[in-house]
Nanobody, 126 residues
């Protein structure tokens, strides 16, 4: 069983920054797809950013230019640098990872055999 442990959430004022981390118990180098998702109260869970095994990245339009996903394979850790935070970024943020061969995308098919972290809360006040 793979464990993903998120950290780095907190409360910040609009315009501020936070960096989320996700420590994996399995090699991130061999992961085919890792990503960040979020869920705000009363809303559906949505994809935020993805990174594939080759370092290719995808970001949701709502965070493009503000959030950056990265990973440090030497530490088996995934990151999400969040800048210029807005009140609408308030949500529980979840790390996901899969080691199955397949496309790296926000769609559920990518994550059929993937793993979830427990989540870390981000609250942005305006």
């Amino acid at each position: 069983q793979v464990q993903l442990v998120e950290s780095g959430g907190g409360s910040v004022q609009a315009g501020g920054s936070l960096r989320l981390s996700c420590a994996a118990s399995r090699s991130t180098y061999s992961s085919t797809c890792m990503g960040w998702f979020r869920q705000a109260p009363g809303k559906e869970r949505e994809g935020v950013a993805l990174i594939d095994s080759g370092g290719g990245m995808v970001s949701a339009n709502s965070v493009l230019g503000r959030f950056t996903i990265s990973k440090d394979n030497s530490k088996n850790t995934l990151y999400l640098q969040m800048n210029s935070l807005k009140a609408e970024d308030t949500a529980m943020y979840y790390c996901r990872a899969t080691w199955n061969i397949g496309p790296c995308a926000f769609s559920s098919a990518t994550w059929a055999s993937g793993y979830w972290g427990q989540g870390t809360q981000v609250t942005v006040s305006s």
